[in-house]
């Protein structure tokens, strides 16, 4: 099992330009999460997925739509960077088991929009 | 509005000694907390969980506080190693047992572990 995986692991773009970050998750999961962590502000929820062909929005949106392709993978797309997008951005997916659910991370991508 | 809080940014115990960490939660929906473990360039990893119907889960060194009266929960590590050095979430959730699950994260304690 390789978990979550993320591609890709670095990326730099200039404002204004487009990119979309990749998800995939071997797990059988439902459910599946878009974070974002700057310093000093924890992870904020981007969007997420609560089954395949439904997604919904978190914490903070603005700026990113998302696809849940199919119940493997979970894209983030940025259709115009901005230089606040500037971050690392954590893919996860949970395994629901009444009280004691679990969520998975994927090792994050870096990006940076000059 | 932070509805997680973990009011130490930095934390640095001796080899050996307890390391406490604390987390405050201001919804009273909350029903389940976890916290994760994170070492840089990767991404967190989970560490332990409890239930709002337990007051205390224990995992090895690790053991979780629950105090649903003042809002709070404690990870308490005995004994710190070095290799617990680490960022140190702690996060909640409303609705523990449905599909729409989400997760509150806290910024983060950067616990240092000294030889």
């Known amino acids: 099992n390789a978990g979550v995986t993320q591609t890709p692991k670095f990326q730099v773009l200039k404002t204004g330009q487009s990119m979309t970050l990749q998800c995939a998750q071997d797990?059988?999961?439902?459910?599946m999460y878009w974070y974002r962590q700057d310093p000093g502000m924890g992870l904020r929820l981007i969007y997420y997925?609560?089954?395949?062909?439904?997604?919904d929005k978190g914490e903070v949106p603005n700026g990113y739509n998302v696809s849940r392709l199919n119940k493997r993978e979970f894209s983030l797309r940025l259709e115009s960077a901005a230089p606040s997008q500037t971050s690392v951005y954590f893919c996860a997916s949970i395994r629901l088991a009444g009280a004691y659910n679990e969520q998975f991370f994927g090792p994050g991508t870096r990006l940076t929009v000059l | 509005d932070q509805q997680v809080k973990q009011n130490s940014p930095s934390l640095s115990v001796q080899e050996g000694r307890i390391s406490i960490l604390n987390c405050d939660y201001t919804n009273s929906m909350f029903d389940y907390f976890l916290w994760y473990k994170k070492y840089p360039a990767e991404g967190p990893t989970f560490l332990i969980s409890i239930s709002s119907i337990k007051d205390k889960n224990e995992d090895g060194r690790f053991t979780v506080f629950l105090n649903k009266s003042a809002k709070h929960l404690s990870l308490h590590i005995v004994p710190s190693q070095p290799g617990d050095s680490a960022v140190y979430f702690c996060a909640a959730s409303a609705n523990s047992g449905g599909s729409n699950y989400k997760l509150t994260f806290g910024k983060g304690t950067l616990l240092t572990v000294n030889p």
């Open positions: 797990m059988n999961h439902n459910s």
């Open positions: 997925s609560a089954s395949e062909g439904t997604t």
